[in-house]
């Protein structure tokens, strides 16, 4: 009697057929990203991808009735995610040469009997998304699978270790950054999903042990059945021995369903509160910080960049532990069932292995190329259609399409250089593989007539061979995975360490208004510019101020006038602390109160503005006027509309304050717009009203219509308006007509002519005069 735990050498048989060759996959999802498949990724787009299932959807029943899954998710994401990087809002993604998605997409399954091995290796038997072996190609046990490394890395190469920083400052703050830092970090960030992660683990080991031992059961009852002088232990029956078999698999099915759960759990969780937390810090930085980072690069490290931190720290930590307990396990069964077949296959694998990394890191840089070209491609195209007015109106449409046409034409020659190196990897890495086999199946055959090993056990081997070479791609991606999510996490930390230079989400400073203890009372609008010299941070070298003076007296009316460029708006951004003023360069008082001293918050709540072109969000006409002032009644909402000049077109609409104006505002004219900004300003009941007038965008008649607004709200001495101080940026003669002084900018970065319209226009020769009469 020979027990089935028992290494059986005295087996006797042939072949037979029973090599486990043959085994077919069922046909397998594919979702393709060809060159010319151009994906746009905007905002929401990239929510639906993330959130979408597409892993464990791939049922393919491997050997023993398993159901394996599988999962195109990690390549379709980290695809798209990728191409996102450094904000690009589209980009095409190109899959690198994926025989499976070609076939998938003639509607044919791509098995047959030469990647037979291959299919078995590439299976994620625990049903686990695994990124790395999906695209094992033909060579089987032995590949490393370069189109998923290049796929994956391609087209997610902008994710790799070194980040691409959008500015100085950001380079600056993380390039003494050690990995081991960055790990550290990395791993703290998921703190509060330590739980989930720690129960993941756990059950991997439970399925992943499950796993391990089909490959033996599966053998044992190969021999079983082919010798009748094998006993089962415990005395089993056969049937009994299937049904004990059966109840092991489901508590392996379970166990991977909990992990499964947890780990992709933890990651949600994870990005959930990794983008919230992005966003809080986004919001509360200051102007220089949104001058030096562009705005589509924001929202990809909100979206993206999340999303890699995310899934490294899950999926990839539980990816890469899988591997390491297949490959430890599986090696060790190898080499318990015959270590001079290990040997033997050691031997094969180890020179295909070194060829497939090499080819699959050339065609990696190749696809690397492809996206750069496919990048600038996409930037183009969007920038020129984005602006298909200009394009059209200089008639440029014809050498638009050919500067296109000669782009996508070097892309088209990167692609086939790619299709041809693919074709050749592919074809080489099948035959190398299905070589590697027949070889094994040389040495191993003649080991079974030797009785060196049964049919049983050789079957096994095989089956952990194909195990521990899927399992080894899938630790060559961990490691590429796990660098990728440290690039993504140094530029989500560049964002969440930045200290903002100007800090108002503190509840610091003195406040203004009665209902706070200590408070200043009433904000009276006494604005006072004292020896002011100002550069912007991004500009040092070029002096905006050099010494401005300004004293605006509470409840009066001014203009700032000047020639354009001279510092009007920056006064505005000066007042609403949009940048400080650095130490000794002056001062700026509200009240007789240094601006750096009050409540940031709580002073720009007394300051209102409506800009030159004032933006408006895509919701109601009444959402916008109640953005100011959420608490705003129906009443408040119509005086504010009759004031600005507004209430009569708004009636006029069938949906009067419910009316939609599109993305920023566009279903209103640029009148309508203006007086509604105006309206939204008024709500806020603001101390400090300031008015950028629009100097060109409207045409007369919408212009009266403004400018009565504007100019009943100036003059305007009812108990509500009166004690307003209202600061006008003004260039028509009217506006600077009705204020009570005029404060001109001149060339030396300081006010060089203060007064009434009517005195400045006195001076002979003024500066003021000369840029009126400059005017008409
Ligand atoms: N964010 C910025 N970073 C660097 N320099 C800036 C920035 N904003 C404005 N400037 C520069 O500061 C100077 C003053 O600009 P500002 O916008 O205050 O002029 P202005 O008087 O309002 O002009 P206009 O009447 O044309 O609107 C200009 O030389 C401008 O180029």
Not at 559 to 579: E, H, W
């Amino acid at each position: 009697m020979i027990s089935w735990f028992t290494k059986s050498k005295k087996n006797n048989q042939n072949l037979g057929g029973a090599g486990g060759a043959n085994y077919q996959t069922g046909s397998r999802r594919k979702i393709e990203l060809n060159s010319s498949t151009i994906i746009n990724i905007r905002d929401e787009q990239v929510q639906r991808i993330v959130g979408e299932d597409k892993g464990e959807d791939e049922l393919a029943p491997l050997i023993s009735g398993f159901k394996v899954f599988r999962n195109e998710y990690n390549q379709l994401e980290s695809a798209k995610l990728g191409a996102q990087r450094r904000g690009y809002s589209s980009v095409a993604t190109n899959n690198v040469a994926d025989p499976d998605s070609v076939d998938a997409k003639n509607g044919k399954s791509r098995k047959s009997s030469e990647d037979t091995m291959a299919t078995m290796a590439s299976q994620d038997s625990e049903g686990m998304p695994n990124s790395t072996n999906k695209d094992a190609g033909a060579a089987g046990v032995t590949t490393t699978p370069p189109t998923t490394e290049a796929g994956t890395t391609s087209t997610s190469k902008k994710a790799e270790p070194k980040p691409g920083y959008s500015s100085d400052e950001e380079k600056e703050l993380m390039k003494g950054l050690k990995s081991s830092t960055a790990w550290k970090r990395l791993l703290k960030l998921a703190k509060k999903e330590y739980r989930l992660l720690f129960g993941a683990v756990g059950l991997l080991f439970v399925s992943s042990s499950v796993t391990m031992s089909m490959p033996f059961f599966m053998g044992k009852v190969i021999d079983v059945v082919t010798k009748p002088e094998i006993t089962i232990p415990f005395g089993l029956t056969l049937n009994e021995m299937f049904g004990v078999l059966a109840s092991i698999f489901t508590v392996g099915a379970a166990a991977n369903f909990g992990r499964v759960y947890l780990i992709r759990l933890a990651g949600e969780k994870l990005i959930a509160r990794l983008r919230s937390k992005l966003y809080q810090s986004i919001l509360k930085q200051d102007m220089t910080f949104f001058e030096i980072n562009r705005t589509g690069d924001l929202v990809s490290r909100l979206t993206v960049d999340t999303t890699i931190v995310s899934k490294s720290i899950s999926q990839n930590l539980s990816d890469g532990l899988r591997s390491v307990v297949s490959v430890t396990a599986g090696l060790s069964m190898m080499l318990y069932m015959s270590p001079k077949l290990t040997m033997v296959m050691m031997l094969a694998v180890i020179p295909v292995a070194g060829y497939a990394v090499i080819y699959g890191r050339f065609i990696k840089r190749l696809t690397q190329k492809t996206q750069e070209a496919m990048g600038g491609i996409t930037k183009e195209a969007e920038e020129r259609l984005s602006n298909i007015r200009v394009v059209q109106a200089f008639g440029r449409e014809a050498e638009e399409a050919v500067s296109f046409k000669k782009a996508v034409d070097y892309v088209y020659q990167l692609g086939k250089k790619e299709a041809f190196a693919s074709g050749l990897f592919y074809g080489g890495n099948g035959f190398t593989g299905n070589m590697c086999i027949l070889m094994f199946l040389g040495v191993g055959g003649k080991m079974v007539l030797n009785n060196e090993i049964s049919i049983g056990d050789l079957s096994s081997f095989l089956l952990y061979t194909a195990f521990v070479g899927s399992s080894l791609a899938g630790l060559s991606s961990f490691f590429s995975e796990t660098m990728k999510g440290i690039g993504a996490s140094s530029r989500l930390f560049y964002v969440l360490e930045r200290n903002p230079k100007i800090d108002f989400n503190t509840d610091k400073g003195l406040k203004f208004g009665t209902d706070t203890p200590n408070g200043l009372g009433e904000c009276k609008g006494h604005i006072e510019f004292k020896n002011v010299k100002f550069s912007y941070p991004s500009r040092p070298d070029s002096l905006v101020f050099d010494n401005l003076n300004i004293d605006i007296k509470p409840g009066s009316r001014v203009a700032i006038a000047g020639p354009s460029g001279r510092g009007k708006s920056t006064i505005i951004s000066l007042l609403l602390r949009m940048y400080d003023l650095e130490n000794g360069n002056g001062q700026i008082l509200i009240d007789g109160i240094d601006l750096k001293q009050l409540n940031l918050n709580n002073w720009r709540s007394q300051v209102a503005i409506v800009p030159q072109e004032p933006v408006l969000f895509a919701t109601t006409i009444r959402n916008n006027l109640l953005y100011s002032s959420p608490n705003a009644t129906e009443q408040d909402l119509e005086h504010a509309l009759a004031q600005a000049n507004a209430a009569s077109f708004v009636s006029k609409f069938p949906k009067g304050l419910d009316t939609f104006v599109g993305e920023r505002g566009v279903s209103l004219s640029g009148g309508q717009k203006q007086r509604i900004a105006i309206a939204r300003a008024l709500l806020a009941k603001p101390s400090v009203l300031i008015l950028d007038e629009a100097t060109s965008a409207l045409d007369s008649q919408s212009e009266k219509s403004v400018q009565k607004a504007l100019d009943s709200l100036i003059t305007s001495h009812d108990s509500a308006d009166a004690n307003k101080t209202i600061i006008t940026i003004a260039h028509r003669a009217t506006t600077l007509q009705k204020s009570d002084l005029i404060f001109v900018l001149g060339e030396d970065g300081g006010i060089v002519e203060i007064g009434s319209y009517d005195d400045l226009m006195q001076i002979e020769n003024g500066f003021f005069k000369t840029l009126m009469s400059s005017h008409h």
